[in-house]
Nanobody, 124 residues
């Protein structure tokens, strides 16, 4: 089973930036879709962004388009989420996930296991 370790969260003022990283174990990283989800206090977990195995295709939730950028480094089994122009409503625990088949598959999957996530707090 793939293990995912997120990092890079922190406390930032509104308008600031953070760069999240997720390192994945295993040999299937370069052939897998990767994505980010987030969960704010009292809310359900929601999709944020995804990137295809090759990195050629990306998908974003409407509320982060133009502000967040997902990227990957297959040589380092790492996926990043560059977050700019952060807003207080971006405050959440951010998690990464993986899917062997497609971005749609990742967005629709009911994952049974999640990493510890990384806390992002944006102050106003």
């Amino acid at each position: 089973q793939v293990q995912l370790v997120e990092s890079g969260g922190g406390l930032v003022q509104a308008g600031g930036s953070l760069r999240l990283s997720c390192v994945a174990s295993g040999r299937t990283f370069s052939s897998s879709v990767m994505g980010w989800f987030r969960q704010a206090p009292g809310k359900e977990r929601e999709f944020v962004a995804a990137i295809s195995a090759s990195g050629d295709f990306t998908d974003y939730a409407d509320f982060v388009k133009g502000r967040f950028t997902i990227s990957r480094d297959n040589a380092k089994n790492t996926v990043h989420l560059q977050m700019n122009s952060l807003k207080p409503e971006d405050t959440a625990v951010y998690y990464c996930q993986t899917n062997r088949f497609s971005i749609t598959g990742l967005k629709l999957s009911q994952f049974s296991s999640w990493g510890q996530g990384t806390q992002v707090t944006v102050s106003s």
